[in-house]
């Protein structure tokens, strides 16, 4: 039984920005494609809670750089 359908609209958890941001801090979307699915699956079915940790980690910066 389906009990709850959360939408992320806009830039709930990926903001519209994201890929500037991410480029700004090192990445590369293009490149990093795979990953950037892969981690938004896994929030998407709740495995993972810490978008921020994760991205930062991927970027070698502090999650509180990236969040900032």
């Keep these: 039984m389906?009990?709850?359908i959360i939408f992320d609209c806009f830039g709930v958890v990926f903001s519209d920005n994201f890929e500037d941001n991410y480029r700004k801090f090192?990445?590369?979307p293009v490149?990093?494609?795979q990953f950037?699915?892969?981690v938004i699956f896994?929030?998407?079915?709740g495995k993972e809670k810490n978008f921020n940790?994760?991205?930062a980690s991927r970027l070698n910066i502090a999650?509180?750089?990236w969040s900032a």
């Design 53 to 55: 940790r994760i991205i």
């Design 2 to 4: 389906i009990k709850a």
């Design 26 to 28: 090192g990445g590369d």
């Design 36 to 38: 950037l699915e892969e």
């Design 63 to 65: 999650e509180d750089v």
């Design 42 to 45: 896994t929030l998407s079915t």
């Design 31 to 33: 490149k990093d494609k």
